[in-house]
């Protein structure tokens, strides 16, 4: 990581307003076949832990099918760049009729890179559509990613490299094929698009939480915890936040301590790279690069940023197990960083957190998207 602290305050960061959105993907996941709002669960465990009202878990374990959230975000930018190139309207997007438009156009070809959850999740959609897909990964992907990706039916491609050069190779291996589509959650300079409708389709998983904190009593969150790695989710968090939905909580960045891309650029008031090559168990987050199209947005709205050890975060696996939670190191990285926010009862003062306010933690996956042994990670 740059060096810089590893908790960020930024309490003017409620006053700003994001662009208003152009389109709402709810609609659409809503008419996926399997579709049902993943679980808010309420942990007073926790709440007592650490001295807040209550504390809710938005559980990403189980979403359409697979162990992570990341689906949000593929389908709607498969849809969408299906319909613009097959020039369908937007409203009344299904399945059945982007695969009758697939099945006319002849062969296609879903392109992509990741560090797990993404690639399976466009794996995914171009299986549901009959189109074939090609994912490339970088060094150290768990073999249960890499079996994952591949029984989806895709054809997976591994480069000794680091995350950030894994991207420039995928969208690289496409350019000039016509039957390649290239669907990729980071933006970079003349490619903002696709990742702008990823970031869209991750609003879906804050609309649900507000409707379901309403509908036991909670009111509005004043705290929600979202793991970053090029930062498309807590893109999508800020820019619901800080949008039309009304409510203002504190929004925190969590990352790991040896990819906090996030946080180094805060601290600098840019973005900048940070070196990734040690390992991590929170797998999900080793980008080095916040995404250009998330990057305004967080530099304006995120209230907080915080980096946790692998430790931390093994530690949050465990407690969360033994709350029947089941979670990966990323989705248990929330948790670790609240506590991280927490440990000085300065931080919570200065962002308005008292013994009143209402947490919400963003838990990405479930265990089995991102599997870690009982020692794992435990001495980092």
């Known amino acids: 990581m740059a060096d810089v602290d590893s908790v960020i305050i930024r309490p003017d960061a409620r006053s700003w307003t994001a662009p208003e959105r152009a389109e709402s993907a709810h609609d659409f996941h809503a008419g996926l076949e399997g579709y049902a709002p993943t679980a808010l669960a309420e942990l007073p465990a926790l709440a007592r832990e650490l001295g807040v009202g209550r504390v809710f878990l938005k559980d990403e374990s189980d979403r359409l099918g697979l162990p992570a959230f990341k689906i949000l975000g593929a389908s709607w930018a498969v849809a969408r760049t299906l319909a613009d190139r097959f020039g369908m309207p937007i409203r009344g997007l299904s399945i059945a009729t982007l695969r009758e438009a697939c099945a006319a156009s002849g062969p296609l070809t879903l392109v992509t890179a990741t560090d797990g959850n993404h690639g399976r999740a466009v794996a995914h959609m171009a299986r549901e559509l009959g189109v074939a897909a090609r994912v490339y990964v970088p060094r150290g992907l768990t073999d ?38 290239v669907i990729q959650d980071t933006a970079w300079e003349g490619y903002t698009e696709v990742p702008g409708w990823i970031v869209d389709g991750y ?178």
């Open 144 to 181: 249960s990613a890499r079996g994952a990706i591949l029984a989806e039916g895709a054809e997976l491609v591994e480069f000794d490299l680091e995350y950030d050069d894994v991207v420039a190779v995928a969208a690289a291996s496409a350019e000039g094929r016509a039957d390649e589509l």
């Open 203 to 380: 609003a879906t998983l804050f609309t649900e939480a507000d409707e379901q904190l309403a509908s036991v009593g909670a009111g509005g969150a004043d705290l929600v915890a979202v793991p970053v790695g090029v930062g498309s989710l807590a893109h999508a968090a800020v820019d619901y936040y800080r949008g039309t939905s009304g409510a203002r909580p504190v929004l925190l960045s969590v990352e790991p301590v040896t990819a906090a891309c996030v946080l180094a650029s805060l601290a600098r008031d840019e973005t900048v790279s940070v070196d990734t090559s040690t390992p991590t168990i929170m797998k999900g987050l080793n980008c080095g690069t916040p995404s250009v199209t998330a990057w305004p947005s967080l530099s304006q709205g995120l209230d907080a940023a915080v980096a946790v050890t692998d430790a931390d975060a093994h530690r949050a696996v465990g407690d969360l197990a033994s709350l029947g939670v089941s979670s990966g190191p990323c989705g248990a990285a929330t948790l670790a960083g609240v506590r991280r926010l927490f440990e000085n009862p300065d931080h919570a003062s200065a962002l308005g957190l008292d013994a009143s306010s209402v947490v919400v933690l963003i838990n990405t996956e479930g265990l089995a998207a991102n599997p870690v042994e009982p020692s794992e990670g435990a001495e980092r």
